[in-house]
């Protein structure tokens, strides 16, 4: 069936590393991926999507390219903050249906 | 302020009540799912609707109902609530595609004893 499976957490870097989180996923169609981030206390909020083969979601400073040839979207950022500590959700969206992996904890130190 | 409200903020249960979890957007989505979230297991979906009158079932629907009456609100109901169902719970509105966003509400942290 469809999946998403995302690496193992916690993550933790010094700030300015950095960071890549893996996500691949399985997939009967054509899915739409996302990144989401959830802070302590607080629901999901978007971080980016892609919608189809070979695009590329980015913002705050975090890039992901959908990568079909490897089923493929992970998440990097050049260069972490402290404020990106939060628990990261990589996200597969077909058929009026979501999964959600099962989330990456980011520690980032000063 | 535009968004999703839940209502209990938080709850502690005793096992064998009924519990009704609110939710209502005003965004006028026409998408509405509720997903349980625990430690290790990530989100799970439990029940969603796709347009007011209809409602389907998710990854865990045993032990919860729904009702979407209306656009705006689409509550949870757990018939005789167990420890198992010990959870958070997010409401979540989407408009109707997939690539659509996901807006996800606040949540509501259950207790059941």
């Known amino acids: 069936g469809d999946s998403v499976t995302q690496m193992e957490g916690p993550v933790t870097l010094s700030e300015e590393a950095f960071l890549t989180i893996n996500c691949t996923y399985t997939?009967?169609?054509?899915?739409?991926l996302f990144w989401y981030v959830q802070y302590p206390g607080e629901g999901l909020q978007l971080l980016l999507k892609a919608t189809k083969a070979d695009d590329k979601g980015s913002n705050k400073g975090f890039e992901a390219t959908y990568r079909k040839e490897t089923t493929s979207f992970h998440l990097e950022k050049g260069s972490v903050q402290v404020s990106d500590s939060a628990v990261y959700f990589c996200a597969l969206g077909l058929a009026n249906k979501f999964y959600f992996g099962s989330g990456t904890k980011l520690n980032v130190k000063p | 302020i535009a968004g999703i409200t839940q209502a209990p903020t938080s709850q502690i249960l005793a096992a064998g009540r009924r519990m009704t979890l609110r939710c209502t957007q005003d965004?006028?989505?026409?998408?509405m799912y509720w997903y349980r979230q625990d430690l290790g297991l990530g989100l799970r979906l439990i029940h969603y609707?796709?347009?007011?009158?209809?409602?389907g079932k998710g990854e865990v629907p045993d032990g919860y109902s729904v009702s979407r009456a209306n656009t705006d609100d689409f509550p949870l109901t757990l018939a005789s609530a167990v420890p198992s169902q010990t959870s958070v719970y997010f409401c979540v509105s989407s408009d109707s595609a997939v690539t659509d966003t996901q807006y996800f509400g606040p949540g509501t942290r259950l207790t059941v004893l």
């Open positions: 965004m006028r989505h026409n998408a």
């Open positions: 609707s796709n347009t007011a009158g209809t409602t």
């Open positions: 997939a009967t169609g054509y899915p739409s």
